[in-house]
C-alpha cells in the first residue's frame, strides 16, 4: 500500500453528480486536498448528465463537502482552494461525439493547469453504463496504453458483473480498453483500516501466526450486519439481492484476508495471487450441500430501536409478494493445509439490531476440564474479534479468575480501539483507495481472476437458489438476528452465532 504523494493527475468522475460522488467521492478528495496529498497542479472533472456549469457544481459540491466529509466545519479558504481544482462537463455517457469533446476540454484544462496528462477515470455509474464508457474512451484515444509517458487507469465499482458469465464479459469489456494493470476493481472494505491491519496483525506479531490454523481455531464467523433497510434501493435489492451485494464481495473479501498464506513479499500481485488461492481452495458445493449450508431470510415488519419499521415487502419498488433475499449465511470449507475441518461462517443481513462488521477467530477449547471440580464443566472458548465498522477495534475474550477465595472463572475482554488509541479520527476508506490508484498500487484492488473466482463460487448458489424458492418468506422480524434455520445452521455443528 502506497504512502507516496502522487504525480499530478487529472481526475475524471463519470456520475460526478451522483449519490456515490456526494457522499464519498468528493469528500474524500477534499480530505486529501486538506491534508495536502494531492499535488496542487491535480484537477477533479465531473461528467454528468445534469448541471449547468463549473460554478453551479462547485456549490452542490460544496453542501455534500459541508455534510459528509469527516473534517468539520469545512474551512472557508481551504473549501475555495479545493474548489478551484473542481470543474464540470455536462453529457450522455453513450454518446460518442461528447467524448472527443471531454478529451478536448482535458487538453486545455491540462495545459493551462501545467499537467502531465495522467488521468484516472472513476466509473461512479450503474453497471449497465460501464461498456459504454469504456468503449467510447478507447474510441476517442483517451487511453495510455504505453510505459513511460502518461498514464492512464480505471477505477470500476461493484459489482463487478451479476454472476460468472456476466463478470467475464464485463472484464473483457474493460481488457479491450486496459491492460490489467490499469484496472482498479474497487471494495471500499478493503479500505478500512481493521481490514487493513488484519495483514500487519496477522504477520506482523509473532504472537498470533503459529495459532492461526486449524490447530488451534475452532471455527471462523464473518459478519455484516446493517440495521437500515433497503433505504429507497428496492429497485436494486430486487434484481440483486444480499448475496450480490455484500456476500460476493465484501465477505468473501474479509474471508481471503483472514485464510491466505503469507505472500512471499507485501507487494500487489503477490498479495493478491494468495487471495486467489483462497478461494480455489474453497470446496465446490452440490446444489443439494447449497440448500443445507445456506440459509435465506427477508425482513419483516419489526422495531429497531425501540421504533417500528415495515418489512421489505413493504419498501419502495419491492414487488408485495417478493422472494428476494436481504439476509443471507453460508457455511464453507477452505480445503487447504492450514484451514482443512475449519468451517467458516459467513452471514449478512438487513434489518439487524445494530449495524457492525465484524470477524470472530474462535479458538479450541482445552482438552480437559481442568476447572470441572470448581462446578465449571466447560470454559468458554478463546475468541479473537477484529471488528471493521462501526467502532474499528480488536477485541480477545480469554477466561480469567475472579477476584475471591473461591475458584470462579469469568470471560473478560482485552480491547483495543482504534479512535481511543492513536486519538485522531481515522481516514475513510475512499481516501486511501483514492490516493493508491493515484500512486498505481493494486494491493487493496480486486484482480479479475479474484473476481471471476469468487463468481465461480457465488454462481451455483445463486442457481440452486433460483431453482428451489424460498417458501417462507418473510422469516424474521426487523430488529432481530435472522431466520431460525440460521440458528439451526450452526447448532447442528454445536456451535451458535455470536451476538456483537
Not at 15 to 20: A, E, H, P, V
Not at 193 to 199: A, R, S
Not at 276 to 292: D, H, N
Not at 435 to 459: H, I, K, P, Q, Y
Amino acid at each position: 500500500m502506497s504512502t507516496a504523494a502522487p504525480n499530478p493527475a487529472t481526475i475524471v468522475i463519470f456520475g460526478g453528480s451522483g449519490d456515490l460522488s456526494k457522499r464519498k467521492l468528493v469528500p474524500a478528495l477534499y480530505e486529501l486536498h486538506r491534508e495536502k496529498q494531492l499535488p496542487p497542479e491535480t484537477a477533479i472533472v465531473a461528467y454528468a448528465r445534469t448541471g449547468e456549469s463549473d460554478e453551479t457544481y462547485r456549490a452542490e459540491m460544496k453542501a455534500a463537502v459541508s455534510e459528509f466529509a469527516r473534517t468539520k466545519p469545512v474551512d472557508g479558504a481551504e473549501w475555495d482552494a479545493f474548489a478551484s481544482r473542481l470543474f464540470f462537463f455536462r453529457g450522455d455517457l453513450n454518446v460518442p461525439k461528447r467524448f472527443a469533446e471531454l478529451k478536448e476540454r482535458l487538453q486545455t484544462l491540462e495545459a493551462a493547469r501545467g499537467l502531465p496528462g495522467n488521468r484516472l477515470y472513476y466509473l461512479a455509474i450503474p453497471p449497465s453504463a460501464i461498456e459504454a464508457v469504456i468503449r467510447n474512451l478507447g474510441e476517442a484515444a483517451m487511453v495510455y496504453k504505453v510505459d513511460g509517458g502518461p498514464w492512464s487507469r480505471v477505477i470500476v465499482e461493484k459489482p463487478f458483473g451479476r454472476d460468472l458469465e456476466t463478470a467475464h464479459a464485463l472484464n473483457d469489456d474493460i481488457a479491450s480498453v486496459f491492460r490489467e494493470r490499469q484496472v482498479f476493481r474497487i471494495d471500499h472494505y478493503l479500505g478500512k483500516e481493521t481490514t487493513q491491519n488484519i495483514l500487519v496483525f496477522r504477520l506482523g506479531n509473532g504472537l498470533f501466526e503459529p495459532l492461526w490454523n486449524r490447530r488451534y481455531v475452532d471455527h471462523v464467523q464473518i459478519t455484516v450486519a446493517e440495521s437500515i433497510g433497503v433505504e429507497g434501493r428496492g429497485k436494486f435489492y430486487e434484481e440483486a439481492g444480499i448475496f450480490r451485494d455484500i456476500i460476493q464481495n465484501h465477505v468473501l473479501q474479509l474471508l481471503c484476508l483472514v485464510a491466505m498464506e503469507p505472500p512471499v513479499a507485501f507487494e500487489p500481485n503477490a498479495v493478491r495471487d494468495e487471495k486467489v488461492k483462497v478461494l480455489r481452495s474453497i470446496r465446490p458445493q452440490t446444489p443439494e450441500e447449497i440448500l443445507a449450508d445456506t440459509v435465506r431470510g427477508q425482513y419483516g415488519p419489526g422495531a429497531i430501536a425501540g421504533q417500528p419499521v415495515f418489512g421489505y415487502r413493504s419498501e419502495k419498488d419491492v414487488h408485495p409478494m417478493s422472494l428476494r433475499e436481504t439476509y443471507a449465511a453460508w457455511k464453507l470449507q477452505v480445503e487447504n493445509w492450514r484451514w482443512a475441518g475449519v468451517p467458516f461462517y459467513l452471514r449478512a443481513g438487513k434489518r439487524m439490531p445494530r449495524r457492525v462488521t465484524e470477524i470472530a477467530i474462535q479458538f479450541r477449547t482445552p482438552p480437559i476440564a481442568f476447572f470441572r471440580k470448581t462446578g465449571m464443566a466447560r470454559q468458554e472458548p478463546n475468541t479473537l474479534i477484529l471488528r471493521i465498522q462501526p467502532d474499528e477495534g480488536i477485541a480477545l475474550k480469554f477466561g480469567a479468575k475472579q477476584p475471591g477465595t473461591s475458584m470462579k472463572i469469568d470471560t473478560v475482554t482485552m480491547n483495543f480501539k482504534y479512535s481511543e488509541f492513536f486519538g485522531t479520527s481515522q481516514p475513510e476508506a475512499y481516501e486511501r483507495l483514492l490516493m493508491d490508484a493515484l500512486n498505481g498500487d493494486s494491493t487493496l484492488f480486486a484482480r479479475r481472476d479474484e473476481v471471476e473466482a469468487a463468481w465461480e463460487l457465488v454462481t451455483p448458489v445463486l442457481d440452486a437458489w433460483r431453482d428451489n424458492p424460498p417458501p417462507d418468506h418473510p422469516n424474521y422480524d426487523a430488529g432481530t438476528w435472522g431466520p431460525e434455520a440460521a440458528v439451526a445452521l450452526l447448532a447442528r455443528d454445536g456451535r451458535r452465532w455470536r451476538r456483537p
